[in-house]
Every structure is written in C-alpha cells, then in structure tokens.
C-alpha cells in the first residue's frame, strides 16, 4: 500500500533535478557552447531577416540533436537499467520527463540567441526563434527515434547529422522538410517539421514502453 502511494506521489521536479544532475548536464553545456561558438563562425550582426534566418536554421538548431539523441542513453548500459528498472518510478516516466525538459532547455537556448541577435540589430521575430525550435525538435527526433530503435546513442546522431549534411546539398527540393526553409522566406515548412518531429518523439517513447514490457 505505502508502495503504491510512493509511486503516485513521486514528484516529477525531484525526478527532473536528479536526471539533469547526473545524466543531463554535459548535453545543455554542450549545446550552450555550441551557441556561443556561432557568432565566431558566422556573422551575427545588423542581418536583414533572410540572412538572420541562416545562423538559427543553420547552427542553433543543431541543439536538438544534442539534448534529444541522448534520452534513452543511461539505460543502454545493463547495470543502470537493472537498477532503474528496480525503482518504483516507471521508466517510461523518467523518459517522458528527460524529453520535456531537454525540448525547454532547446527553446531557451534558441530564445535567448534570438534576443542576442536582437541586440545585434538583426531583423529576428518571435516566428523565427520558433521555426528554429521546429527545426531543433525535428533534428533531435530523427536521432531519438534512432536510439530507440538501435540501442545504441552514437548511431542515434548519424541520421539526423545525414538529413543536414542532405538540405546542403538538396537545398528547396526537399520541400515541406527543408531543414533552411526560413532563408528562402517560407514559414509554413516549419509546421510540418515540428509535427513530423512530435510523431517521432511519441513513437520514440512509445517504442521503449513497448520494448521494456516484452523484456
């Protein structure tokens, strides 16, 4: 009985400070570097809104593969998923939460370049910090899914690293999945990425609760 009330009231910010802690950290500090770095490979400064569009599409929304791909990542080594799998706290639960919390450190990443830019003079919107944030979901859910699927984290970053290195060369012919879409003056492309990456979070998350209960 005082199991089962333990489970229930499980609190989700105990869960999420213990993961950031110990699995997630390095992954924020990763992206924010990257971040940092993007002003010394590109210009930042005094940028019309199509030129603005390239450095957020281009190099922010590399942060979605940094915080997504690794979700799934402590319970791919056996001696932490026996243990994980020994708590009362479903993992399926711990997933959910590392997800949600690594899509809010994406956007606040991406917001908080978006007002830098800002200040820079650039010609950025609120539109455009969130079409990047479609493009880093979609990005972190190709190498989520991929993860989910293989086991294994490292070849979780190849595909999402693939479809960028794809737009470069592709460019508009991918359509309503081009990754820079922004740079060309069309928005509407972001909704489908954002949508095509909330389909592959749900299937990511669904998957590993269907694979951990026929273990």
């Not at 950290?25 to 924010?32: D, E, G, K, N, P």
């Not at 606040?108 to 007002?115: E, G, K, N």
């Not at 294994?152 to 460019?171: C, E, F, S, W």
């Not at 998350?205 to 273990?215: D, E, G, M, S, V």
Request: proline share 4%; glycine share 6%; with cysteine.
């Amino acid at each position: 009985m005082e199991m089962n009330q333990s489970k229930e009231r499980f609190p989700v910010l105990e869960i999420a400070k213990i993961n950031l802690r110990h699995n997630s950290l390095l992954s924020i500090a990763v992206a924010a570097v990257l971040c940092l770095l993007v002003p010394l490979l590109i210009g930042t400064s005094n940028l019309d809104q199509k030129s603005a569009a390239m450095p957020l599409e281009m190099f922010v929304s590399l942060i979605g593969i940094v915080l997504l791909t690794p979700v799934f990542q402590p319970e791919q080594n056996e001696e932490i998923n026996d243990l994980v799998s020994s708590k009362y706290c479903s993992t399926e639960r711990v997933y959910l939460i590392r997800t949600v919390y690594s899509v809010t450190a994406a956007v606040l990443l991406i917001a908080i370049f978006t007002v830098y830019m800002k200040m820079c003079s650039c010609d950025v919107t609120p539109v455009m910090a969130l079409g990047t944030a479609a493009d880093a979901v979609f990005l972190g859910s190709i190498g989520m899914l991929t993860s989910a699927l293989t086991g294994n984290t490292v070849i979780g970053y190849m595909p999402p690293l693939l479809y960028y290195a794809l737009n470069i060369g592709m460019g508009p012919k991918l359509g309503s999945f081009y990754l820079f879409s922004m740079a060309i003056g069309d928005y509407k492309a972001k909704i489908w990425l954002f949508a095509a990456g909330v389909v592959m979070t749900a299937a990511s998350l669904l998957y590993q609760k269907i694979r951990r209960r026929t273990i």
